[in-house]
T-cell receptor
Framework: AQSVTQLGSHVSVSEGALVLLRCNYS??????LFWYVQYPNQGLQLLLK??????LVKGINGFEAEFKKSETSFHLTKPSAHMSDAAEYFC??????????FGRGTSLIVHP | ETGVTQSPTHLIKTRGQQVTLRCSSQ?????VSWYQQALGQGPQFIFQ???????GRGNFPPRFSGLQFPNYSSELNVNALELDDSALYLC?????????????FGPGTRLTVT
């Protein structure tokens, strides 16, 4: 069994501020973890993925995430928010099957 | 390399009707998954097809059915539409054994049931 909890349905930051989107997971097997971004009226785009190699994963658009097994977390960060980062972000976990389970999403709002 | 495409983009149907949504997978991908994303929610897994056979199913009733064709394109069929079926339907393709479970998503089909 696997599940994902994204803490905070909305996160609001100022342009240039640190972005932190939280994700905790549950998995009965070593997990694969993903962050996806969804812009309005579009599909999901992969930002980054953890596949049991390095625990600090770097993705596109300056985002990165750190896998912490002891905390069962995979939080997404970006040092400096840009207006174009405003979107919906989804954390997902997959285990023995190739079928990911998604969180409910966090809407990132960026203020000028 | 061609990405995942879906048709139509938008669709409006009446309760009780039937609908067919289509998906073309990314070049070289032999697995297609379908998801339902209700407004304000994350994608929910409907089912997956691998080499034309259903390879896993989520918690959706039998009126949700699918097909995969020899060229790995796929259809999602929904019978007896209900108002709660209104959602964005996403198709994703992948190739197990490569990309560590990574899925590539299409832009989705927005279905509205009135």
């Amino acid at each position: 069994a696997q599940s994902v909890t994204q803490l905070g349905s909305h996160v609001s930051v100022s342009e240039g501020a640190l972005v932190l989107l939280r994700c905790n997971y549950s998995s009965s097997v070593p997990p694969y973890l993903f962050w996806y971004v969804q812009y309005p009226n579009q599909g999901l785009q992969l930002l980054l993925k953890y596949t049991s190699a390095a625990t600090l994963v770097k993705g596109i658009n300056g985002f990165e995430a750190e896998f912490k097994k002891s905390e069962t977390s995979f939080h997404l960060t970006k040092p400096s928010a840009h207006m174009s980062d405003a979107a919906e972000y989804f954390c997902a976990v997959s285990g023995g099957s190739y079928i990911p389970t998604f969180g409910r999403g966090t809407s990132l709002i960026v203020h000028p | 390399e061609t990405g995942v495409t879906q048709s139509p983009t938008h669709l409006i149907k009446t309760r009780g009707q039937q609908v067919t949504l289509r998906c073309s997978s990314q070049s070289g991908h032999n697995t297609v998954s379908w998801y339902q994303q209700a407004l304000g929610q994350g994608p929910q897994f409907i089912f997956q097809y691998y080499r034309e056979e259903e390879n896993g199913r989520g918690n959706f009733p039998p009126r949700f059915s699918g097909l995969q064709f020899p060229n790995y394109s796929s259809e999602l069929n929904v019978n007896a539409l209900e108002l709660d079926d209104s959602a964005l339907y996403l198709c994703a393709s992948s190739k197990p054994g490569q990309g560590e479970h990574e899925q590539y998503f299409g832009p989705g089909t927005r279905l509205t049931v009135t």
